[in-house]
């Protein structure tokens, strides 16, 4: 598949897919229904299709700043040991397609994860000779300071929050996630904690955006009077900015993510941002258009 790209002033910004799916909305949605999506006729055929299964990536960004090439989430990774089936032991040829893209992994600088849940870090390591160690050898990874002390418990029951316990021990994992993908980045010396606000380049920054999980951020760029946000999951579908009160199963807490949801679409809508939605299929990035109550993501952007 082509790689979607956007220029934003002197910024380029690549997406790299590692996986399409086809969800029913009672796989990652409170309360959503399949009448509701059906409802929405502007998902079809990009986000959605007519029998109301919702189009959804995972995928990664990278972010081209300054002589920077930052990689923005890191996908589940090939080779790690799952609940979720269509996770486990993964064999996909995202490095290859990365490389291919005109980025071999040794020539990324800086790693970003939004949040540290588990389709967001998988690439962070590689299996080799039987040990799990970093990807990107040349990179500083940098994990939010709230986000890596909320993550570094170690039980259910201390990072669930809102969360339903089986799916936080069947999607979220921290103990395993933690063990593959994130404790070997901080043995080798490679991680640096950030705050939420913090600035990566002279033309990206994080974005404070909470809810999801108690550190979760935004990746905005602004350059040559361009603007654009990666979401992370503060949305994980389009139908959320017609429908902002539609939360995921997978959020820490429901009514902060909510209202940060809220906030974000009022902040950016009806202007010249370019919205990326990091789970967004293609065309996966457009402008937020006011739409009766909620907003529409155009295809242009």
Known sequence: MANLTWEIGAVRITCIVEQEALR???????????EMIQGQDWLRPHFATEAGELRSNIQAFVVESQGRRIVVDTCVG????????????????????LAAAGFARESIDTVLCTHLHVDHVGWNTMLVDGAWVPTFPNARYLFGREEWAHWSKETASEVGGDMDPEVVEALIECPAVNADSIRPVIDAGLHELVEMDHRVTEEVRLEPTPGHTPGHVSVTITSGGARAVIT?????????CA????????????????ETRKAFLERYGDSDVTV????????????????GEGWHLSGEG
Do not use: C
């Open 232 to 240: 992370g999951d503060l949305m994980h579908h389009p139908i959320q």
């Open 243 to 258: 429908l902002p009160h539609v939360s995921s199963k997978f959020d820490h807490d429901v009514a902060h993510a909510r």
């Open 24 to 34: 029913q909305p009672q796989f990652g949605y409170r309360n959503l229904t399949t």
């Open 78 to 97: 090939n080779d790690k040991k799952r609940g979720n089936p269509a996770w486990n032991e993964m064999q996909v040829p995202f490095l290859e397609d």
């Open 276 to 291: 990326i939605g990091t789970h967004f299929a293609a065309p996966t990035g457009g402008r937020l258009v006011k739409a």
